[in-house]
């Protein structure tokens, strides 16, 4: 229409090979917080980021959607991941079988070539992986959670957490709600509460009904959790705060997708940390960074100590999805 010629930058491709499977605690938000640590928040500038490998096989497809949602965070034009098996069973179990069985026809030609080159390539054993907490101020500044009690310690971070958030359109899938609910229950029943205020965002409406007709939501309320609507909410700054002071420092852990200074409650003195669901959970239930729920016990109101078992979940509901 100009009369000029147009031209755009052929990206780069940055390879991450992903190995192994994930187990225990680690949760497919931890890949991603991983690569965010490694590639930094501009690492990822002018460049597809490609997922391959065994690895990808064992990540669910929402799991895949978290990693890709956060490739925003390290500057990525888009993130991708081969057809897998996963794909298939969402697409069924949100009423799209057609789709399902033509992207399986299709699937040789959703996946890299055979020995495809790139411009960089980053290897994970998934096998190994350990959780991981980001922040605070920038969703790449990564601390394994074996060393976040000692690092918040040397960087003076305050301890006491008043908020810990899950949820949002990165991490509210039904596999994530499942293993978070498994921890509440567990917390529960050994009559614990949340320390910290808890805060759960489904991601849609969908979500919403399904995981308050399974009860889900509930658990979360009794655990003393508030059920915000299935909106962006804090995780875009829609938080009306009555709790802390502008310019009081404070510590949030959210399992949403940025953290970046005064994003969520609009006070740039808050300590904004990104984590999986499953560690948002468990933290809110210890109340401070000094807490490791992979490791550490807490006293339960009869004076016994409790330690938290890995988190269990389901990939997909059972009875579907509800509309």
């Not at 065994?54 to 888009?78: K, L, P, Y």
């Not at 057809?83 to 069973?89: A, I, K, L, Q, V």
């Not at 922040?135 to 009690?149: A, E, I, N, R, S």
């Not at 509460?193 to 759960?200: A, C």
Request: hydrophobic letters at 35%; glycine letters at 10%; proline letters at 6%.
């Amino acid at each position: 229409m100009a009369g000029i010629p147009w031209e755009l930058k052929c990206p780069k491709a940055i390879g991450v090979k992903l190995t192994g499977r994930l187990n225990g605690w680690t949760s497919p938000k931890d890949i991603i917080l991983e690569v965010a640590g490694i590639l930094t928040v501009k690492g990822g500038t002018g460049a597809i980021v490609e997922y391959f490998g065994s690895g990808v096989e064992a990540v669910s497809a929402t799991g895949m959607g978290t990693v890709c949602n956060m490739g925003a965070e390290i500057g990525a034009t888009t993130s991708v991941f081969p057809f897998t098996e996963s794909m298939h069973r969402y697409l069924v179990s949100t009423g799209r079988p057609e789709i399902a069985d033509a992207s399986r026809k299709f699937s040789h030609n959703l996946r890299a070539d055979e020995g495809a080159k790139y411009d960089e390539v980053i290897e994970i054993n998934l096998s190994e992986l350990e959780p991981r907490i980001n922040g605070p101020f920038t969703p790449d500044l990564m601390t394994p959670l074996v060393k976040f009690k000692d690092t918040a310690k040397e960087k003076e971070w305050p301890q006491d957490i008043s908020a810990c958030l899950i949820g949002s359109c990165t991490n509210s899938s039904y596999e994530d709600m499942t293993r978070a609910a498994s921890l509440a229950k567990e917390a529960m029943a050994a009559g614990l509460k949340v320390k910290s205020d808890f805060i759960v965002t489904p991601g849609s409406e969908q979500i919403r009904a399904t995981t308050e007709r399974d009860g889900l939501l509930e658990i979360f309320r009794q655990a003393g959790g508030t059920i915000l609507a299935n909106a962006c909410g804090p995780c875009i700054g829609q938080w009306a705060r009555h709790d802390v002071k502008k310019g009081e420092r404070n510590t949030i852990i959210t399992s949403y997708n940025r953290n970046f200074t005064g994003r969520n409650d609009g006070n740039p003195a808050t300590h904004g940390f990104v984590a999986s669901p499953e560690i948002v959970t468990a933290m809110a239930f210890g109340g401070s960074t000094n807490f490791n729920p992979v490791t550490d016990t807490l006293t339960t109101p009869s004076g016994k100590p409790f330690k938290f078992t890995p988190p269990n979940g389901v990939e997909l509901p059972a009875r579907g999805f509800d509309t």
